[in-house]
């Protein structure tokens, strides 16, 4: 089964790059830009066939390794 | 006194730290980051460098090597740990230390000689120095900038945990003097027991006037008595 994790920087934590890419992006001509916050996405395709474990496997996965939890969360889909 | 420096794939200030080591009389081993096994050792140093070409985030795969289960060990049961640059960047992954480190603020990697205050004198790794004492000393890092939550925050000044803080020559400490986006310029921190110090300047790198200052030799020379 594949999953997929998207990795975020949490609401008040500083996103210096996203800050230069919303920037670079204004430059180009992009006025109606907001905000732009940068993150990281994995694709994990996990020998398991029950969604709920699956789920539950991938999300340890998160806790010990792919998120640093004091300053970012996670979201997991299946793909 | 004995002292083990860890070494893992990337780590590029390690020769550095064992030449001050041993200057100051430590009897250093280097472990490689597959030893399941530490050495009896008073001081573990996890030195600088970028561990698994920082992969990930900086220091998360080695804060999860097979050997930094033996530090922790050691940590918890009162060995202490010194922590440089990336050494920093590793005990905060490990949870020996709170808080993270961020990407600097201006995006740059900063490589310079900068002002340092010394913020506590009562612990093992500043005893020599004196109070409010201004150093100079070397930073070189892309992710210096430390952060953690309002709670913690409130600890390290409540306990007096927050070993060294950026400053100017004069010793102010403002955001003018904060070289990364550091919160409240924090360079350097200790756990509670204040047995483990993380710092983000190098202090191996100014153990000799010919090459640079002597400002760091005081840290190591604490150690020692």
Not at chain 2, 145 to 174: P, V
Request: hydrophobic share 40%; net charge positive; proline share 2%.
């Amino acid at each position: 089964m594949k999953l997929s994790v998207t990795v975020t920087l949490k609401k008040d934590v500083l996103d210096p790059q996203g800050k230069v890419v919303l920037n670079t992006l204004s430059n180009l001509g992009m006025n109606e830009l907001k905000s732009i916050r940068q993150g990281k996405y994995f694709e994990i395709d996990i020998n398991e066939t029950d969604e709920i474990k699956a789920v539950k496997k991938v999300d340890q996965m998160c806790q010990k390794l792919l998120v640093n939890l004091i300053i970012e969360d996670y979201k997991i889909d299946k793909l | 006194m004995k002292s083990s420096v860890i070494v893992f794939p990337g780590s590029n200030c390690d020769r550095d730290i064992a030449v001050a080591l041993e200057k100051m009389q430590f009897k250093n081993q280097m472990i490689w980051h597959k030893e399941t096994t530490l050495p009896k050792s008073d001081l573990i140093v996890i030195p600088g460098g970028f561990s698994y070409g920082d992969y990930l985030r900086s220091g998360a795969i080695a804060g999860k090597s097979s050997i930094i289960e033996e530090v922790i060990k050691a940590a918890n049961s009162g060995c202490l740990v010194l922590g440089i640059c990336n050494g920093f960047q590793i005990l905060t992954e490990t949870g020996l230390l709170n808080g993270t480190l961020l990407r600097n603020k201006n995006l740059k990697f900063i490589n310079k000689d900068i002002n340092l205050k010394v913020m506590n004198i009562n612990s093992k790794f500043t005893a020599k120095y004196k109070a409010n004492q201004i150093l100079k000393i070397n930073i070189a890092h892309n992710e210096g900038n430390y952060f953690t939550d309002r709670k913690h925050l409130d600890e390290l000044n409540k306990e007096n945990l927050i070993a060294f803080k950026y400053c100017d020559e004069k010793g102010i400490i403002a955001n003018k003097s904060n070289p990364n986006g550091s919160l409240e310029n924090i360079a350097g921190i200790f756990n509670s027991k204040k047995n483990i110090l993380g710092m983000m300047p190098h202090p191996e790198r100014m153990i000799d006037n010919l090459i640079s200052n002597t400002d760091g030799v005081n840290l190591f020379s604490s150690l020692i008595n």
